[in-house]
């Protein structure tokens, strides 16, 4: 049977406290699927999808297309009109009760049009979403007013046509960040067991020591540039000096932790660990900084990691030493550095953006300069690769 859009808003779907099962409603020829989800009875009014992993870890996907407004007062998806921003955070703090910690944030959200990755555990919170800028920032006004996150270092960046994400991933996940062997095993609640954070303004001096002394900071010692990031993020930007990482996945990063006949090409095999800066960036800083603490518990002892990561430093320093775009993880894949200036999410519909250098970047394939800095995926869904 077929029913209407506008009878639909009326529709509600009481869920109770049974096995997990399904129910499936027909409309403008698109199925939504509702599973449960929760501990109690839960009712939602508008057609949507909720799924559940299992009663021990929970994971909300959730999508709707209704137009009606939320018990918070934001409207969900009359957004016409409305600039749309993909928002960066993340914090490392101890959360005692991660799943009622999620209920929290569910409550909040599901009146929001909002998609992307929120991941939350023991450790902390991870988040890249996007949304209406009223929606998008109104979550991060809420997450402030908890003491634990009142000092968040929020990026954010303008979403052109709208959505960066498919929809709302809210999870309960084991690592905020994919590492082999998992993260839940590193310090990284102790701020000491992690690399000493430099905001953007001592990076740029210290990456201009390097190139003035040409591979030794100023206190003398020898100094390494590491970026903590994939090859194919270096591809389309990075800062100079810094050596393409012969990484496709940061799950399988390991400089430091291999001999010279394991890894050859490792920027850290043979250093000194006492007398060695090692200056760590990515794009937001969270891979930096769980990647600092595995090697400080290898005994590097001169850690260092750019505050924010690229995005941040972009906003604040602009291109100074930097060539190229700044990949990211949604369907924007790659941004030009004047996406984070100041005024970027104002000025990003009006101003032309100042033309990148793309000199350094080459084909895949045929080794020629290509003329976009950004990724394609295979054609071969057997492949599906990133590629120039």
């Known amino acids: 049977m077929r029913v209407s859009p506008a009878a639909m808003l009326s529709v509600s779907l009481t869920i109770p406290l049974l096995p997990l099962a399904s129910t499936k409603t027909r409309s403008s020829d698109q199925s939504f699927l509702f599973k449960q989800y929760a501990l109690n009875y839960q009712s939602f009014s508008r057609p949507g999808r909720l799924?559940?992993?299992?009663?021990?870890?929970?994971?909300?996907?959730?999508?709707?297309?209704?137009?009606?407004?939320?018990?918070?007062?934001?409207?969900?998806f009359d957004d016409e009109g409305e600039d749309f921003i993909a928002v960066n955070f993340y914090r490392f703090v101890s959360i005692g009760d991660p799943e009622a910690e999620i209920e929290k944030h569910f409550s909040f959200l599901k009146d929001l049009n909002i998609r992307g990755r929120?991941?939350?555990?023991?450790?902390?919170?991870?988040?890249?979403?996007?949304?209406?800028?009223?929606?998008?920032?109104?979550?991060?006004?809420?997450?402030?007013?908890?003491?634990?996150?009142?000092?968040?270092?929020?990026?954010?960046?303008?979403?052109?046509?709208?959505?960066?994400?498919?929809?709302?991933?809210?999870?309960?996940?084991?690592?905020?960040?994919?590492?082999?062997?998992?993260?839940?095993?590193l310090p990284l609640l102790d701020p000491p067991m992690r690399a000493q954070p430099l905001e953007p303004s001592e990076w740029k001096r210290k990456l201009n020591d390097l190139t003035d002394d040409d591979?030794?900071?100023?206190?003398?010692?020898?100094?390494?540039?590491?970026?903590?990031?994939?090859?194919?993020?270096?591809?389309?930007?990075?800062?100079?000096?810094?050596p393409r990482p012969e990484v496709d996945c940061f799950r399988n990063t390991s400089f430091g932790l291999s001999d010279e006949k394991e890894a050859p090409s490792d920027p850290l095999i043979n250093v000194d660990k006492e007398k060695t800066d090692i200056l760590m960036y990515c794009t937001g800083g969270i891979r930096c900084d769980v990647y600092s603490a595995v090697l400080r518990q290898r005994g590097f002892k001169n850690l260092y990691t750019l505050k924010g990561g690229v995005s941040h430093y972009l906003k604040e320093e602009g291109t100074a030493e930097w060539v190229g775009n700044l990949f990211v993880f949604d369907s924007r894949l790659s941004l030009p550095p004047a996406t984070y200036g100041n005024?970027?999410?104002?000025?990003?519909?009006?101003?032309?953006?100042?033309?990148?250098?793309?000199?350094?970047?080459?084909?895949?394939?045929?080794?020629?300069?290509?003329?976009?800095?950004?990724?394609?995926?295979c054609?071969?869904?057997?492949?599906?690769?990133?590629?120039?």
């Open 51 to 76: 799924v559940s992993e299992n009663t021990s870890r929970r994971r909300w996907t959730f999508s709707c297309k209704c137009r009606n407004r939320g018990r918070n007062n934001h409207s969900k």
């Open 118 to 185: 929120i991941y939350l555990n023991e450790q902390g919170i991870n988040a890249q979403y996007s949304g209406p800028s009223k929606d998008a920032l109104a979550y991060v006004e809420w997450l402030k007013e908890d003491d634990r996150f009142s000092d968040l270092l929020v990026q954010i960046s303008p979403a052109i046509n709208g959505h960066a994400f498919p929809k709302l991933k809210l999870q309960n996940k084991p690592s905020l960040v994919q590492y082999e062997g998992g993260i839940s095993h």
């Open 215 to 242: 591979g030794a900071s100023s206190s003398g010692r020898s100094c390494i540039l590491l970026d903590v990031r994939n090859g194919y993020e270096w591809d389309v930007g990075h800062f100079h000096g810094a």
């Open 343 to 377: 005024n970027a999410v104002d000025e990003a519909r009006e101003t032309p953006l100042t033309p990148v250098d793309t000199s350094f970047a080459r084909c895949y394939i045929c080794d020629s300069q290509i003329q976009e800095l950004r990724h394609r995926n």
């Open 379 to 388: 054609a071969n869904l057997d492949c599906n690769r990133l590629f120039l």
